[in-house]
């Protein structure tokens, strides 16, 4: 099973397209990859875990500062005015283990995760100062990015909040 998981990039620019409309886009900011385990269920919303992802995301000092600090880790997204494109990624629940195919039996039912990613966005969109933007669930998506640094974090619910 496993929980709330986020893949987290600090971006220049990133969008996200669907039958070659671009559907949402942003600057500088973070393009978090959003999946929900299995073991989350449709209730995951009212457990600290949820808003506790959304502040990890939201207060991670990843963004540099001024003058001194202007090449270090110094600001939250928020300090650094930054915005947020949130995808919903249920492939961050691969299980390859077994053959050469992945099998995704350990993310979360489509029936309950597309609901709970909507709540996220919108639990992320209140918190946030800038702008929040996001894919969408079920969707074929083509996600662009200039990865800044790069950086890329991984945040995992069961790691952090369990």
Known sequence: GGLMRIVAQRVREASVSVDDRVVAAIGQ???ALVGFGRDDGPDFHQSPAFAGMARKLLDLRIFPGQG???HKFHCSLQDFSGQVLLVP???LYADCRKGRRPSFTDAGAPAWAAAMFERFVRHVDEACHGSVSSG???AEMEVRL???GPVTIWLDSTRLFS
């Open 89 to 91: 990624q249920f492939t």
């Open 29 to 31: 900011g973070l393009l």
């Open 136 to 138: 969408i669930f079920g």
């Open 68 to 70: 001194d600090a202007a």
């Open 146 to 148: 200039c990865n800044w």
